[in-house]
């Protein structure tokens, strides 16, 4: 097939690893995909770089008129993507949801062109709590709008196909297709360093987090469960990422007295990552949001790591507890639930093998790839465009 793939997205961060797995994916599997969008940086590019002069414009502008811009870039995005669809003629568009894009949706009705709309977030509501949103109304409305007029949805939990649903969508059309890992990429035998003995650390019980640093990832509660440990378990966490809480972290290492049992490593390569997952005896997702498909949960249980993960829904949707993690309560007023599951893995050292090998389990038995994720997108595709026939 042939497949026009839309998106706005011109930083080297976790969506364009899931765009860039896709696409792989996709191609891997004999299909043609023509990008359409934003000039990003090559695979060659760091990890973590941010959008540039579109990162500035949004830290500089006011907030209305940048939204504003946003609108607008639909017109030359729209252009684009109809010159594109002109010149090549794809089965099928896959767009990226972003918020005020609305160029697949002006296509579709123009040129009747099928359009799945892959959805990560409920960016109305992400930017409303966290960044605030000047054309609060207008913003509702553009996701409703776009949500409803596309072929199909593809969200990446059940917890966001919640979202997808309250916005009048039909539960045909909605169809959701967890993130996944890509296995060659993270395979036993592409692991090249060892790091535990790069940081002097094989004789610690590693914590380990991947990801982006900050306040609401809960890192700080592992800084205080090590330092009441005291050396029992000598534990180490190794954190890495960056982030705009890291000063935070590190500050509060250095009060409790445990500032050489904390490292952060600060952006790795991609293909760096492997390595530095497998020196995590136990993994660490103390924090989530609520829709969220974690990147890095695959990459923890395709690496074979001993979870320790909130109990929530979308969690849920993809591990169980004691089988292929320890779930610990998200309630604020459970203070000690993740310290109590870190510390039953700290404990057990075969509960550590049960987890781990229950989590390498499940990606294999419920297909938690990238290229199983291209399948049920092309198995949407055709069969959409067989009844349409």
């Known amino acids: ?37 934003p000039a990003r940086g090559g695979q060659e590019s760091e990890f973590g770089s941010d959008a540039g002069l579109i990162a500035t414009l949004k830290r500089l502008l006011p907030r209305a008129i940048y939204e504003l811009l946003e609108a607008c870039y639909s017109i030359p995005a729209f252009f684009r993507l109809y010159l594109a669809f002109n010149r090549h003629r794809p089965d099928f568009v896959y767009e990226r949801y972003n918020l005020f894009m609305f160029a697949g949706v002006w296509l579709k009705q123009l040129t009747g062109a099928m359009l799945v709309l892959e959805v990560n977030g409920p960016i109305y509501e992400e930017r409303s709590q966290h960044d605030g949103l000047s054309m609060q109304k207008f913003a509702a409305w553009a996701q409703g709008m776009v949500w409803r007029k596309v072929d199909y949805v593809l969200p990446v939990t059940e917890v966001l196909a919640g979202y997808v649903r309250r916005y009048g969508v039909p539960g045909a059309r909605i169809q959701v297709i967890p993130n996944g890992i890509n296995p060659v990429r993270f395979a036993e035998g592409q692991v090249k360093q060892n790091i535990k003995a790069k940081y002097g650390l094989d004789r610690r019980l590693v914590l380990g987090f991947t990801g982006f640093i900050r306040g609401w990832n809960a890192l700080d509660q592992v800084i205080q469960f090590i330092a009441r440990d005291n050396g029992q378990h000598d534990l180490h966490l190794l954190v890495v990422g960056d982030g705009p809480a890291r ?23 991609r293909d760096d990552v492997a390595d530095y997952v497998a020196a995590f005896d136990i993994a660490l997702i103390p924090g989530v949001t609520e829709y969220a498909s974690p990147l890095k949960l695959f990459e923890y249980m395709y690496l074979g790591r001993a979870i320790v993960a909130p109990d929530m829904d979308n969690i849920r949707e993809i591990l169980c507890d004691g089988e292929s993690a320890v779930l610990f309560s998200p309630d604020a007023e459970k203070k000690d639930a993740l310290a109590s599951a870190i510390l039953r893995l700290c404990t057990d050292k075969n509960l550590r093998g049960i987890i781990s090998r229950g989590a390498r389990t499940a990606i294999e038995t419920r297909g938690f790839t990238w290229s199983r994720n291209a399948m049920r997108v092309l198995d949407i595709v055709q069969k959409h465009l067989k009844d349409r026939n």
């Open 1 to 37: 097939m042939k497949i026009l793939f839309h998106h706005r997205i011109a930083s080297r961060d976790g969506q364009a690893v899931h765009m860039d797995e896709m696409i792989d994916a996709l191609r891997a599997l004999g299909h043609e995909v023509i990008l359409v969008g």
């Open 247 to 269: 000063q935070d972290l590190t500050r509060l290492a250095e009060a409790r007295g445990i500032a050489d049992r904390l490292t952060i490593t600060g952006v790795v390569a």
